[in-house]
């Protein structure tokens, strides 16, 4: 009777990889965005944590455009939680915008994930925010930071770095 190998989780196979050469140039993702009354303040203006939200959703789709499913990251016992922040906020955005959410990751560096945001208007004339964040893999199930990504998670996000 052969030995049986013990093997490391692995995300599901998926076809969504195959796409992404179909991105842009430059490799942004793009994730639309209106602002609605809860989005704002009194005075109409988005407020500031709700840009953060939104990049948190366009980072979680780019992934999922590649077959990266969040829960399917969780199911294996990793977790992605920002360790560091940087924004600079360029004009407000005002109730009723609409606006692209755009991402890309910048690199990976072990288990360090560095992504890059825009937020713009539809046109690409007016920017309202620009942003880096840096994630790390954690395994849940230790409460410590992986020493190495999962295989078929590299593997995916070898492809979205640039």
Not at 68 to 82: H, M, R, S, T
Not at 113 to 133: A, K, M, P
Not at 140 to 162: H, N, T, Y
């Amino acid at each position: 009777m052969a030995e049986e190998k013990e093997t490391q989780p692995q995300l599901p196979p998926t076809q969504a990889i195959a796409r992404l050469g179909e991105k842009s140039p430059e490799g942004w993702f793009e994730y639309p965005v209106r602002a609605y009354p809860h989005h704002t303040d009194y005075a109409g203006i988005v407020w500031h944590g709700t840009y953060l939200t939104w990049m948190e959703e366009a980072r979680v789709e780019s992934l999922r455009a590649i077959g990266v499913n969040f829960a399917d990251l969780v199911a294996l016992g990793c977790d992605l939680p920002v360790v560091e922040l940087a924004l600079r906020y360029h004009k407000p955005m005002k109730l009723g915008t609409q606006a692209l959410v755009r991402t890309r990751m910048l690199e990976m560096d072990g288990v360090r994930l560095n992504w890059e945001y825009q937020i713009q208007s539809l046109d690409g004339q007016d920017l309202y925010l620009t942003g880096v964040v840096t994630l790390v893999t954690v395994d849940m199930e230790k409460g410590k930071i992986m020493r190495q990504l999962p295989e078929s998670v590299k593997d995916a996000l070898v492809k979205l770095s640039r």
